[in-house]
């Protein structure tokens, strides 16, 4: 039975939303490098093999990802506290994310490409990064109201974040990354500083005697988010992929290396362009029903990507700019979605971060399979970086728009399916109710 919250009908201003929102900038600003840029890096300059790359960061995000729902625990506690503990933390996990990514990009052992080395400064950064971005997750779970008002939340957290990403995309390429760490550090100063200044939520009503197994499983017997799950997995992993292979798939399948910037410069301004597009949509028809649209929206663009050959650089900013309107649903609705099912279980203002530590376990584990599968799965079909070889080349095409859609479908199947039709169902139920 869903418990009324009484911060419904709380209007959350657009101060509050942009305060709160804009740390989201400067943590997809160095998300964008973690997850992207980094497998090219070490795999390119510095020269380490597909297979051990993909085992290494396998490794690291699955510990990482292993750790979230810990971390989601003790956020809760930091929540229990007063949200100046949230702060505080905050700021010394942001410290700690500045130091990993100079280490990671700049790094002090001997042999660049010792596999160890990377994989404990990799471990390093990632806690860091989840600590704070769990937190900052939960914060605006916190902050309650309605369908369309959680939305809104989110959608300008991830509106800040896709600014930053497109900043993360042409960045490197015109500063380098030592003057890029500077404008992150920075980037993350500020972003705290909004954050600190914003509306704090309700006093946490959290227990502390309460049991750790009882945390962790406590989301697990709530059948809405194991349903969400499944679909955000399946659709996490269908976005990962092609995220840890684009700039293979621009190098040696378009043969467009100096253009990378404006691809990915495309892709996120016009994520971020549709972010007001896609919130008048819910208010028409709902989470579940625009996310189930912008789902087919990217199966039919990736299909289509699956197609280009060598030199189709207009057609593939075509599917930067289609694509980039779709991914604007997966950024705004999940996470709106999930902090309605949270207050429908009746866990608002005491357990977010539990919720939202396995929700991030999920988000780092469709990047761990991602690199650590599709590196290696594509190394075993004969290809490498910078290959010419026509198998190698149909491979990598195959793996980065087709394998993306299949696994898409059974997302928007198992949406339609856990949502949308339970939906229906319960509404043409209370239609006749009504009548009789």
Not at 14 to 38: D, S
């Amino acid at each position: 039975m869903m418990k009324p919250d009484w911060r419904v009908d709380k209007t959350i201003n657009t101060r509050t939303c942009l305060r709160y929102g804009l740390l989201g900038l400067p943590l997809a600003f160095v998300a964008m490098p973690l997850y992207v840029h980094l497998p090219h890096v070490y795999a390119g300059k510095e020269g380490m093999s597909l297979v051990t790359l993909g085992l290494v960061l396998l490794l690291a995000r699955l510990l990482d990802a292993f750790s979230d729902p810990w971390l989601g625990r003790f956020s809760d506690r930091l929540f229990a506290h007063s949200s100046r503990y949230v702060l505080f933390y905050g700021a010394g996990a942001a410290l700690a994310l500045i130091v990993g990514m100079t280490l990671l990009f700049f790094p002090p052992w001997p042999r660049r490409d010792s596999p160890i080395a990377l994989l404990a400064v990799l471990i390093f950064t990632s806690l860091a990064f989840s600590l704070l971005a769990i937190s900052h997750q939960s914060w605006g779970a916190r902050l309650g109201g309605d369908e369309g008002q959680r939305a809104r939340i989110v959608a300008w957290r991830e509106g800040a974040g896709l600014i930053g990403v497109v900043l993360a995309s042409v960045l490197p390429a015109w500063l380098g990354w030592d003057q890029w760490i500077g404008v992150f550090a920075l980037m993350l100063l500020v972003g705290w500083m909004a954050w600190m200044r914003s509306e704090s939520p309700p006093v946490s009503q959290y227990a502390a005697d309460v049991h750790w197994k009882q945390d962790l499983i406590r989301p697990w017997l709530n059948k809405p988010f194991i349903n969400l799950m499944i679909v955000f997995m399946l659709n996490g992993m269908a976005s990962a992929i092609p995220a840890t292979l684009v700039l293979f798939f621009i190098e040696d399948r378009l043969n467009a290396a100096e253009l990378k910037p404006l691809f990915l410069a495309t892709y996120f301004v016009c994520a971020a362009a549709s972010m007001p597009l896609w919130m008048r949509a819910v208010i028409r028809w709902g989470l579940a029903r625009t996310w189930f649209i912008g789902m087919l929206l990217a199966i039919t663009v990736f299909a289509w990507a699956g197609m280009l050959s060598s030199g189709d650089v207009t057609a593939f900013w075509v599917v930067c700019v289609l694509s980039g309107l779709a991914l604007g649903t997966d950024l705004a609705l999940p996470g709106a979605m999930l902090a309605g099912i949270i207050n429908a279980r009746g866990d608002s203002g005491q357990r977010e971060g539990a919720y939202f530590g396995w929700w991030n376990l999920a988000s780092k584990l469709n990047l761990a399979l991602a690199a650590g599968l599709s590196l290696p799965f594509l190394a075993w079909l004969g290809y490498q970086p910078g290959t010419t070889s026509a198998p190698g080349i149909n491979a990598l095409s195959l793996t980065y728009s087709l394998l993306p859609c299949s696994l898409k479908l059974f997302a928007a199947a198992g949406l339609y399916a856990g949502f949308i039709r339970n939906s229906s169902r319960q509404s043409i139920k209370s239609t006749r109710e009504n009548i009789h």
